[in-house]
């Protein structure tokens, strides 16, 4: 026994429980942390090797970069009407300043202040045409994290995503599975503002927003994340790949656990594809279930 526990028992603050060598590092959160961290350097390490550009990046054309960057902090006028996000914003030049393609500076906020920056958002031309942002939806503590494309026509009248057809079937989906929309779920999109007419986002709207999907996942930490479509997946995954080429496997978004798999709106147009639909949503809970098998495991603190 050393010292300092000798002199803790002496007086009688009796044996410590201490946790058991390599109980963290054995964990298997941090297990798969660790194996992904190391793809991401294998990966970065060929990518650097092979002088190549990462394809999301390269499918930003110059322009668009141009476009979104200077835009992307917190514009002057909305900075006004939540002073304080003054605090806490960049400076101006700090960000408009970085190469286009250059990783942003992640400004932090509390989930009320990003709440609030998406509703005063500015960033990009969607502002003008849209009735309101859409935030999100669900518990902002819940384990899954769902992430679509963008608000349509229902979502940009009623402020909420997936709430037109394509929600119906994604909610139907969601009971099936046993999960409660409002509890269990917290759902968000690449972009907060419709694109009129339901037109596809486009790289520099994607790039525009990109910093509040990235808070949102940091704030609600989920145990696994359910990309919905193209857009989603390919954004979070940076790739260019299809879902038909993604789904079927675990991926990972900076660690957390993530599931590709077809948008409810491309499923009410190919029906057949439902059934694929559900199996990615059986895969999904078959690796929601292990990871929480697996950390209930380990918190449970061990008998002295
Ligand atoms: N499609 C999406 O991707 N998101 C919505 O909120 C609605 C439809």
């Not at 917290?186 to 808070?215: D, F, T």
């Amino acid at each position: 026994m050393n010292r300092s526990r000798f002199i803790q028992q002496a007086i009688g603050l009796g044996p410590q429980w201490q946790a058991r060598s390599g109980w963290f590092e054995q964990h298997p959160a941090e297990l798969e942390r660790k194996a992904w961290q190391l793809a991401q350097q294998q990966a970065s390490q060929s990518a650097a090797t092979a002088a190549e550009i990462p394809p999301a990046i390269t499918a930003v054309t110059e322009a668009d970069a141009q476009l979104a960057a200077p835009l992307l902090v917190t514009s002057p006028a909305a900075m006004a009407s939540t002073p304080e996000l003054i605090s806490v914003a960049a400076p101006v030049t700090a960000i408009a300043e970085q190469p286009a393609a250059a990783p942003l500076p992640l400004v932090e906020l509390s989930w009320e202040q990003l709440e609030q920056a998406v509703a005063n958002c500015q960033n990009c031309q969607l502002c003008q045409t849209r009735s309101q942002t859409v935030f999100g939806r669900g518990n902002p503590q819940a384990r899954w994290m769902l992430i679509g494309e963008a608000p349509g026509e229902q979502e940009d009248r009623q402020g909420q995503p997936f709430v037109g057809k394509a929600g119906q079937l994604l909610d139907n989906m969601l009971a099936a599975a046993g999960l409660d929309r409002e509890n269990d779920v917290y759902i968000a999109n690449v972009l907060k503002c419709r694109p009129p007419g339901n037109r596809n986002p486009a790289p520099a709207e994607i790039l525009a927003c990109s910093n509040y999907l990235q808070q949102q996942i940091r704030h609600v930490q989920p145990t696994l994340i359910l990309a919905l479509g193209r857009f989603a997946v390919q954004t979070l995954l940076q790739t260019e790949q299809s879902i038909g080429k993604l789904r079927g496997q675990l991926h990972h978004y900076q660690g957390i656990p993530l599931i590709a798999t077809y948008h409810p709106a491309y499923l009410l147009r190919n029906l057949p594809d439902k059934a694929k639909a559900w199996q990615d949503m059986v895969l999904a809970k078959q690796h929601f279930n292990r990871l929480s098998k697996a950390a209930s495991l380990h918190t449970t603190q061990p008998q002295p």
